[in-house]
T-cell receptor, first 114, second 111 residues
Framework: NAGVTQTPKFQVLKTGQSMTLQCAQDMNHEYMSWYRQDPGMGLRLIHYSVGAGITDQGEVPNGYNVSRSTTEDFPLRLLSAAPSQTSVYFC?????????????FGEGSWLTVV | QKEVEQDPGPLSVPEGAIVSLNCTYSNSAFQYFMWYRQYSRKGPELLMYTYSSGNKEDGRFTAQVDKSSKYISLFIRDSQPSDSATYLCAMSGQGAQKLVFGQGTRLTINP
């Protein structure tokens, strides 16, 4: 059982470039989300989705786009990379919107913008 | 002021010690309280989960929630080097879609 799979693991981008971080889960979870983790800031929610075709903004959405065309996939797009987007990105999924359900995280994607 | 405050440490203790990790929060609507453990270069994994106030014990780990003081704790008894990790508290309200995380406390257990 793969759980939550993120690719790539590491990426270096130049300022202004665009890229997509891929996220897939095989648990048939309705709820998926993207977080970024920065030193001293903890995990901050970027975007989330409560089901295919439904997305919403989190705490720090600027500079990022998401879409949810299938239950399994939830890609995160950086439109024009900036050094401030250098961070570790985690995709997560949960069975449904119930706050009490366990959130499962992927292994993370380390992004450096130069 | 952040909704959730957590001392980032780092915290270093000898093997076998009792470890106490804490978070305070300001949002009285929070009902679900979690502790996640994150090893270096890995994603967080759920360690303990508590609904509303009270204590919960799982092996060497005990989670406490005091909603009147807006304070949660994680205790680790007989700490082991394998417990060395970053510990993140997280919480959310009833029906909320979002988890709010603390900054994380980096813990090292020295053999």
């Amino acid at each position: 059982n793969a759980g939550v799979t993120q690719t790539p693991k590491f990426q270096v981008l130049k300022t202004g470039q665009s890229m997509t971080l891929q996220c897939a889960q095989d648990m048939n979870h309705e709820y998926m989300s993207w977080y970024r983790q920065d030193p001293g800031m903890g995990l901050r929610l970027i975007h989330y989705s409560v089901g295919a075709g439904i997305t919403d903004q989190g705490e720090v959405p600027n500079g990022y786009n998401v879409s949810r065309s299938t239950t399994e996939d939830f890609p995160l797009r950086l439109l024009s990379a900036a050094p401030s987007q250098t961070s570790v990105y985690f995709c997560a999924s949960r069975e449904d919107g119930n706050s009490g359900n366990t959130i499962y995280f992927g292994e993370g994607s380390w992004l450096t913008v130069v | 002021q952040k909704e959730v405050e957590q001392d980032p440490g780092p915290l270093s203790v000898p093997e076998g010690a009792i470890v106490s990790l804490n978070c305070t929060y300001s949002n009285s609507a929070f009902q679900y309280f979690m502790w996640y453990r994150q090893y270096s270069r890995k994603g967080p994994e759920l360690l303990m989960y508590t609904y509303s106030s009270g204590n919960k014990e799982d092996g060497r780990f005990t989670a406490q929630v005091d909603k009147s003081s807006k304070y949660i704790s994680l205790f680790i008894r007989d700490s082991q080097p394998s417990d060395s990790a970053t510990y993140l508290c997280a919480m959310s309200g009833q029906g909320a879609q979002k988890l709010v995380f603390g900054q994380g406390t980096r813990l090292t257990i020295n053999p």
